[in-house]
């Protein structure tokens, strides 16, 4: 697997931690899905198919509040 086609899945506790991250990765003009609690449920499964079948390398979650 090339370098390029490796994806991340960032998992933090806090979505204050994730509020951190990401504009980190919008400074560097990468691709990314968020996943947390604010996140309607019936746009989750779009944003999981979306990093799964693109070019998206990049995904952050809140194990916290996605159960919600």
Avoid: A
Wanted: charged content about 35%.
């Amino acid at each position: 697997m090339s370098e390029q086609d490796r994806k991340i899945v960032l998992f933090s506790e806090w979505t204050t931690m994730l509020n951190l991250i990401e504009p980190l990765l919008n400074k560097r003009d990468l691709d990314y899905v968020r996943l947390d609690g604010s996140v309607p449920q019936k746009k989750r499964q779009g944003l999981i198919h979306q990093f799964q079948k693109k070019q998206l390398r990049y995904k952050i979650k809140c194990k916290k509040d996605f159960g919600r």
